[in-house]
């Protein structure tokens, strides 16, 4: 028996230690509910478990950048939906000052309440922010670029010098998400005019209008009384006030209408030859009748015709030669109406739609030989000219658009249509030929994955007067109310457009989260099972050590006792 070495001690000691660190080790898992605290714990599931916890972080992210982008959609079109209102607004107060109940100064109270609401909706474009993005101004809209050259391939030149920046004579007003990036191109072949109409107090007039030639000047329905007394003074300030109620300029003795295109138009009617005596027009008056119905009749003295002239009738050109019989002109009469889809009966024109019909007599003899009912005014009227384009073919027999894409133009824009829901946009302010480079940035990326180029671009479309086509909407006089309910008609559908595609986004983004969630709800699941501590099995494992560890304590203490026996051999 020996007392300098224990080795019952030892190995006791041994397995004590031995089960105190499995029994620290199974607290630590109890205490921290992880499987995993120490790399030493299980190497691999480690690395595994910290790429997990790498993805679901990033999971947690994109889920999150997902609802900021919902945030984003909500916000412009919470703004969309009150610029809605105010169209609808807008289009109500077209309606009421088309009527014909209502005076000069009742439009000119809805005029005002017009330009309010323009004012509020180029704010609401301006000042829609996201944080600090702005929203609806064009900050998030595709970009796209312009250069145009004229149509020999030189430098477009305006009043003899050369346009450097060529991107100010054209831009993309609008295209939808299903325009490709491409560059596309337009020939201009004719700009588009205004309409403009002269007109001046005549030479011979004496400085003051007395009681022979007074009466009423009415410019596009708008009525200026000129009245006994009044100087030349007079007349122009009541000109230039008209001309604000009209959309249009008075400079140097010339109207100029704000619009461009077909529908823009100035108009000025005489109420009596006394009157028109008193200006001098360009081009020079003539005598018209506009009316849904017109009682033509031929005047039985002036027959034969002496003088040969042209009268038109919806623009249809009627030409009344020299010795024309009454019937000879009532064929003319009949085939011009014919051409235009008139009815011509007893020498009534009439259409059955119900829609007005003008003539215009081109001279006064034509005039002197028909006696019509409404009354012929002196009058005269030019109107404005669309653009004239076509898609343009580069050297390489391309366009950019397809071979089924049509195209039409109003006022200074050309609109390109195709299958699939192409629709594109385009203004030009010059003859010559433009190319469109549409891109594909300018979007706001949404990160909804957790790898590089796991995105959703989302765009919001520009929303101001010039995409919504009211930036000359002008409800001043009866003509602009009905002119302006076609422009408020468009701007509506444009919106509803807008709001549409910002619908389709948030609904794409809403289920992307979702889909997120899922993801990362399983990916948890994943980790859970390779890092989490199983509690139940963890607590048997714990009592079975706690167990050992008191069993080796004991044991211990006897082994220790054990060298005392020799004692007994040295009494």
Known sequence: MRINTNVSAIIANHHLNKTDNMLSQSMQRLSSGLRLNRAEDDSAAIAIAKRMHTQINSIS?????????????????????EVHSMLQRMRELAVQGANGTNSDEDRAAIQEEVENLKEEIVRISEQTQFGNITLLDGSLDRRSYCTATNLNGGKIQIAGTDVENTSSLGRVVSSTDSVPANTYGVKVTAKAEQAEVGIKLADSFSGTVDNTNKGIVKINSVEISIEEGDTKETIESKIIETASKIGASYINEKFTTDEYGSAAKVKVEFSNDQVAALFDTTPTAQYSVESESIEMTISEAALPVGTAGTIEIDGESVSIELSDSKNDIENKLRAAATAKGINYADGTFSKSSGEKIEIVFLNDDMKNLFSTSPSATKSVEKKGRDVEATLN?????TKGFASTAKWSTERDYVTITDNSGFNMRVKVSEVGIYSFEVTDMGTMPIQIGIAEGQILDLRVQTVDLETLSLTNVNCSTEEGCTNALKDLDKAISYISTVR????????RLESAVRSIDVAEESATGALSQIEDTDMAEEMTYYTQMNVLTQAGVSVLAQANERPQIVLQLLQ
């Open 393 to 397: 073919i580069d050297s390489n027999g």
């Open 500 to 507: 549409g595609c910002l619908g389709a986004y948030q609904n």
């Open 61 to 81: 992210q994109t889920g999150r950048n997902g609802n900021d982008g919902v945030s984003v959609v909500q916000t412009a079109e919470g703004a969309l939906n």
